[in-house]
């Protein structure tokens, strides 16, 4: 393992790398980078640069994901995948997604052109978090072959849909087929700062994920009659917003009722938005996550139920349309005690947590081992610039995958050679 001075100049210099992957925003002022926006570019020609001098195959599969290749000691070996995604929220932070895919690189860097009996292939994925065209973990999707044609017929803001921005990114959507992994990885490990309070609090620098929450997301539409503001009096209105605000209370209620239950309404879209005239329609979102299926998928069935009391109560018509069901997703059970042995092997206490946020593992654990490991997030603060990592942390993440890469390769029965 490099000597502990080494260590620390190469979490800064992944903490600095970071910084500047930030620098490619579609918005001045602010790191906005969404799927395959012209920046992505900027990602790829900025990562290639580092991973080009180590021998690493690279290239851009059919949904612009990053994919590097480092062989193995031994023909045609397994391959273990160590990846996250290069998009961001709009105003974002310089860590989110970001940080795995420059701690893989990091990582291969630090290998000094060892080869170990397996490949490892790093992969930047192109989309994950939804906020281009409200579907999320479309880079990921690929490498399973779930990709199909309703996915890439959704459409932006603009009117663009997913098909036409991978031919606008010079892709060829006919080769999303090719993106799929072949045959069954040693398995997932993704870097990850935990968006969270949980590891600060307990004074740990690193958290081992067992579990990711199962999500749903849907939106609602609140339907009434839009009139005039002052002229309708207030027993006679049928106002949207007024049905979608008690709602609202409503599902703050039952997430506050339920143990382990959250549930966010993060965005209210009305019509026809203006001061003076009483809204005829509001759509609202909803994202409802717990570790237990049933759990969640009960509380969802409530605020259904929910909304249309309310509504005809108010003498409103609401519908609701699901956007995302995604199960709960336990991570592999021994790639876990893998990263386990190695955060004590660096002289740290592992800690077992769930996820409460999405991410791409709980899509390549449907067939591939997966694993994360969490990085303390200094005040628990994410998707904003006040995102922050410790050189200190990223130190220890260095160390542990390290440790991590050789547990495996022991694992495989063959030590690492030259």
Same mark, same amino acid.
């Given at each position: 393992?490099?000597?502990?001075?080494?260590?620390?100049?190469?979490?800064?210099?992944?903490?600095?790398?970071?910084?500047?992957?930030?620098?490619?925003?579609?918005?001045?002022?602010?790191?906005?980078?969404?799927?395959?926006?012209?920046?992505?570019?900027?990602?790829?020609?900025?990562?290639?640069?580092?991973?080009?001098?180590?021998?690493?195959?690279?290239?851009?599969?059919?949904?612009?994901?990053?994919?590097?290749?480092?062989?193995?000691?031994? +023909?045609?070996?397994?391959? @273990? #995948?160590?990846? %996250?995604?290069?998009?961001? =929220?709009?105003? &974002?932070?310089? $860590?989110? !997604?970001?940080?795995?895919?420059?701690?893989?690189?990091?990582?291969?860097?630090?290998?000094?052109?060892?080869?170990? +009996?397996?490949?490892?292939? @790093? #992969?930047?994925? %192109?989309?994950?978090?939804? =906020?281009?065209? &409200?579907?999320? $973990?479309? !880079?990921?999707?690929?490498?399973?072959?779930?990709?199909?044609?309703?996915?890439?017929?959704?459409?932006?803001?603009?009117?663009?849909?997913?098909?036409?921005?991978?031919?606008?990114?010079?892709?060829?959507?006919?080769?999303?087929?090719?993106?799929?992994?072949?045959?069954?990885?040693?398995?997932?490990?993704?870097?990850?700062?935990?968006?969270?309070?949980?590891?600060?609090?307990?004074?740990?620098?690193?958290?081992?994920?067992?579990?990711?929450?199962?999500?749903?997301?849907?939106?609602?539409?609140?339907?009434?009659?839009?009139?005039?503001?002052?002229?309708?009096?207030?027993?006679?209105?049928?106002?949207?917003?007024?049905?979608?605000?008690?709602?609202?209370?409503?599902?703050?209620?039952?997430?506050?009722?339920?143990?382990?239950?959250?549930?966010?309404?993060?965005?209210?879209?009305?019509?026809?938005?203006?001061?003076?005239?009483?809204?005829?329609?509001?759509?609202?979102?909803?994202?409802?996550?717990?570790?237990?299926?049933?759990?969640?998928?009960?509380?969802?069935?409530?605020?259904?139920?929910?909304?249309?009391?309310?509504?005809?109560?108010?003498?409103?018509?609401?519908?609701?349309?699901?956007?995302?069901?995604?199960?709960?997703?336990?991570?592999?059970?021994?790639?876990?005690?893998?990263?386990?042995?190695?955060?004590?092997?660096?002289?740290?206490?592992?800690?077992?947590?769930?996820?409460?946020?999405?991410?791409?593992?709980?899509?390549?654990?449907?067939?591939?081992?997966?694993?994360?490991?969490?990085?303390?997030?200094?005040?628990?603060?994410?998707?904003?610039?006040?995102?922050?990592?410790?050189?200190?942390?990223?130190?220890?993440?260095?160390?542990?995958?390290?440790?991590?890469?050789?547990?495996?390769?022991?694992?495989?029965?063959?030590?690492?050679?030259?």
């Amino acid at each position: 393992m490099p000597e502990s001075d080494d260590i620390k100049e190469r979490a800064r210099k992944v903490i600095a790398r970071c910084r500047k992957l930030a620098t490619f925003t579609e918005q001045t002022g602010c790191t906005t980078r969404t799927f395959l926006s012209p920046m992505m570019r900027d990602c790829h020609r900025e990562i290639s640069g580092w991973l080009a001098p180590l021998g690493a195959e690279i290239n851009i599969d059919a949904v612009g994901n990053f994919r590097a290749l480092y062989h193995a000691s031994d +023909p045609a070996p397994p391959r @273990l #995948v160590i990846g %996250s995604h290069l998009d961001t =929220v709009p105003d &974002a932070g310089a $860590f989110d !997604g970001i940080l795995g895919v420059v701690l893989g690189a990091a990582l291969l860097e630090a290998l000094n052109g060892d080869r170990l +009996p397996f490949a490892i292939e @790093l #992969v930047g994925f %192109s989309e994950e978090e939804g =906020v281009r065209f &409200a579907t999320p $973990f479309i !880079g990921s999707r690929a490498l399973l072959g779930k990709i199909d044609d309703d996915l890439l017929n959704r459409e932006d803001e603009c009117g663009i849909s997913v098909r036409a921005a991978i031919e606008q990114f010079g892709l060829d959507p006919s080769r999303i087929p090719d993106a799929a992994l072949q045959g069954v990885p040693l398995g997932y490990l993704e870097f990850h700062i935990e968006q969270g309070p949980v590891l600060e609090n307990l004074g740990l620098p690193l958290g081992v994920v067992e579990a990711i929450v199962g999500q749903s997301r849907l939106d609602f539409t609140f339907t009434g009659r839009a009139n005039h503001a002052g002229t309708t009096p207030m027993h006679l209105r049928h106002d949207a917003i007024a049905g979608a605000a008690e709602w609202i209370v409503t599902v703050e209620r039952e997430a506050q009722r339920v143990p382990g239950l959250v549930a966010t309404v993060g965005s209210v879209h009305t019509k026809p938005g203006a001061t003076n005239v009483i809204a005829g329609e509001a759509v609202v979102t909803l994202d409802v996550r717990h570790a237990s299926d049933d759990t969640r998928n009960s509380a969802v069935a409530v605020l259904i139920r929910e909304a249309g009391e309310i509504a005809a109560r108010r003498n409103l018509t609401v519908r609701h349309r699901f956007q995302l069901s995604q199960p709960a997703v336990p991570m592999d059970p021994q790639l876990v005690s893998y990263v386990e042995e190695s955060i004590r092997h660096v002289g740290c206490d592992p800690y077992r947590m769930v996820s409460g946020a999405g991410h791409d593992a709980m899509i390549l654990a449907e067939k591939v081992p997966a694993a994360m490991i969490f990085l303390r997030t200094p005040g628990g603060i994410s998707h904003t610039p006040d995102e922050e990592v410790s050189v200190e942390d990223v130190a220890k993440a260095l160390e542990v995958g390290m440790h991590l890469l050789s547990v495996i390769a022991d694992s495989c029965g063959i030590q690492k050679r030259k």
